[in-house]
């Protein structure tokens, strides 16, 4: 447990910050419940080794030297963690430890390093599991001989299946890749990560990343979640925020002791996976003292029951069970069933022990509810179902529902009961009222049931959240900017802008059909439904469609548009290596548009490639909205790119093996640890209007990480975001940095309306191809 400041500061790390945060982990208690390391990222050393070899501190990040930080870090009662790479530089571009295992070793242990955090950038490797285990056990041994006890991070990013092998090597081992503030990114280190709690245990822990707890990207719901989960999977809590400016709430869920508790429990076991299914999961972890914690985590966007049966967990059998929910403080009992309804993205964390009889204790009563499509004017069906999974019955159940003001909700049956036994239910449809004037997006609908239970009254509530869809606004706009109502897809999830590459989010490649590349669409496999509300608004869509080049050949995929109840397109069958077929779907005057993509056998990758949805009265050679604004296109030469570093290498070559935009792009030759490659322009650009810049990349043999910086204003200051996405060998990507996650130095404004130079970084000593630098 402890703090990292990579999350919240990437390369912006100094002695000041250390120490600043040393001090709040000790005011805000935190130290108290368990955060004790205080561990330094990338970028916190000079770009060369000193003379002797040695890795020298930054003089102006850290003035009083590594050493010094880690006296005031002992002196506060916490230890001190560092940054090292098992390749030739860091990720960053600073020196790694490749060849230099045992002075680095020393020195960190000179300097009172209580914890190292290993990297994995140039790392020289050929890929094999040999290499990893060899770079990563010499580190190992390294740190053994300095005779200091030193916490092992292994951070390979789950390449090499670390699960497997590094017991013994290191303490702690990356399952995943990075980490970052957004929903998607924790649900699918969370499917990656919960099946391995066979490999976990005493001294050798799954990580599947640091806390993003505080950093903004999330709703309080989700970051409770994040807390919770990394709680059941044992993993360690690595703080990712700026503690100095941490908030309450922020510091409530990351200090809550009764989560931490489940975490750091001595017997060290793992939560296991007891369901999974349809975004719904349980997770089951024992306890010291014979206590459980079950985890009930939905996934999904919309209020879901979640429950498990006590028999199928390592509960030993009783009568009834206390559930002590560790987030709201409230106990309850049930008989035989722990369930919850558990909002959208959210996680009910009990813990559970045998009970001898109900007593005083309350039951558990269970109000769920789920919510059809809401258009405004229309309205929806809401149905609720309250059940009761105490031991014993309840009496007088009265079910009510509040809507946000000016809605209605009308039971269609009876929304009450004179009792409900143990595990029986009451069902009730509500007919919503939503006025003309609702405004699309999320609202929320509580439901309430009061009951009596023995001679108490009591109550239990939940919340669901009303999505009011409209038609889209008038223009031609790509379809996969356009929120779905609904998603139904065989292999994963439905991806937007690249192909469906498996079952985890954002697992694909830009969308590939016969050779052509293509920057927006949606990747599918058969056996998926895209759902869209038009409110009779749109007339017409436009898409290619095919069999993306990644799927082997197999069955065909045929490809469907439907306009209400009618067919307004369809591809017939199409395979792999087939060229793309163009579809043009009349939607005049339809409420809703589906797209279906269907096959006889196992499931296809199946695209919708550049899908162009036009609504109102707009001409058809009006611009596509988001309007995109190439910056380079490579069409007849290099765009005068060049090479910031020159010493550092790195050479640029006009090509045609790769494109998005025209018919040629840039082939790249990277140095290992990397340059950034792009140009000064010859007259400011002006980028007033526009959000981000992305480009358009695909690795070769070895894979690279990309990422954008701009230079403003006549003295050339240099912005960057430091935060960078890596692309496999023989992936493809778009690369995207906004505006707002681009940092400049001290005292200067990122002045959009005065680019002076734009540029791009890649690495790891392999070819890289990109295209289409431009402006969104």
Known sequence: MGFNNWNAFGCEVSETLIKETADVLVSSGLR?????????????????????????????????????????????????????????????????????????????????????????????????????????????????????????????WGTSQPWT??????????????????????????????????????????????LEIGNGGMTATEYRTHMSMWAMMAAPLIIGTDLRAASAETLEILGNREIIAVDQDRLGVQGAVVSDENGLMV?????????????????????????????????????????????TGRTLQARSTISAAVPAHGTVVYRVSPLRGPGDVPPSVVAG????????????????????????????????????????????GPSGSAR???????????????????????????????????????????????????????????????APVSTVNATG????????????????????????????????????????????????LVTDVGVDDEAAAGAPATFTVHADARTAATSGPMTSGQAPATLTADLTGADWLRLTAESGAAAVHADWASPVLTCGD???????????????????????????NPGDGGTVARSPLFHTHGTSGLKVSTPVAGNWFGRPLDEPLDLTGTSMLRFDVRAGEVGTVGEIAIQVGEDMSWCQG?????????????????????????GVTLDLADVRAVWVFLNTGGDVHIDDVRAE
């Open 722 to 746: 430091g935060r960078w996405g890596w692309i496999g060998p023989h992936s493809s990507r778009t690369v995207t940095e906004r505006f707002d996650q681009i940092a400049c130095p001290l």
């Open 32 to 156: 108290d419940l368990g955060y004790e390391y205080v561990n330094i990222d990338d970028c916190w050393s000079l770009r060369e080794r000193g003379p002797d070899g040695r890795l020298v501190p930054d003089p102006d990040k850290f003035p009083g030297g590594i050493d010094g930080v880690a006296d005031y870090v002992h002196a506060k009662g916490l230890k001190l963690g560092i940054y090292g790479d098992a390749g030739t530089r860091t990720c960053a571009g600073y020196p790694g430890s490749l060849g230099h295992e045992e002075i680095d070793a020393r020195t960190w242990a000179g300097w009172g390093v209580d914890y190292l955090k290993y990297d994995n950038c140039n790392n020289q490797s050929d890929g094999s599991q040999e290499d990893y285990i060899r770079r990563y056990t010499a580190m190992r041994d390294a740190l053994a001989r300095t005779g200091r006890p030193i916490v092992y991070s292994i951070c390979e």
């Open 618 to 644: 707009v001409p058809d050679d009006s611009p596509v909205l988001p309007v995109s604004r190439t910056l380079f296109s490579f069409e007849t030469g290099t765009d005068g790119f060049t090479i910031a």
């Open 493 to 540: 999830p439905v991806e937007a802008d690249q192909s469906n590459g498996g079952p985890l989010e954002d697992d694909g490649n830009l969308i590939t059909i016969g050779g052509r590349v293509y920057q927006r669409g949606l990747g599918t496999t058969t056996g998926s439904e895209i759902s869209y509300y038009l409110g009779g608004r749109c007339s017409r």
């Open 369 to 412: 509810a789920a919510l059809g499509t809401v258009v405004p004017a229309d309205g929806g069906t809401l149905t609720t179902a309250v059940t009761n999974r105490g031991a014993g019955d309840v009496r007088d159940v009265k079910v009510t529902v509040r809507t946000p003001e000016g809605w209605t909700a009308t039971a269609t």
């Open 283 to 327: 997770l089951d972890k024992p306890l010291a003292g014979g206590d459980r914690a079950i985890a009930l985590y939905n996934s999904t966007d919309t209020l879901a029951t979640v429950g498990v049966a006590a028999a199928d967990t390592g509960l030993r059998r009783a009568g009834a069970y206390r559930l002590r929910d560790l987030w």
């Open 165 to 210: 092998w590094a017991e013994g090597v290191g303490q702690l081992w990356r399952t995943t890749g990075d980490i970052s503030d957004d929903w998607s990114s924790v649900r699918s280190i969370i499917r990656q990560n919960a099946p391995l709690a066979p490999y976990a245990g005493p001294g050798h822990w799954n990580d599947p990343d640091m």
């Open 420 to 482: 409900l036994r143990t595990d029986a239910a009451l069902e009730t449809a509500w007919r919503i009222g939503v006025p003309a004037t609702a405004a699309a997006g999320r609202h929320p609908i509580e439901i309430t049931a009061a009951y009596r239970w023995g001679r108490r009254s009591a109550g239990t509530s939940s919340e669901i959240v009303a999505v009011v869809v409209t038609a889209p606004g008038d223009g031609r706009r790509h379809l996969s900017t356009v």
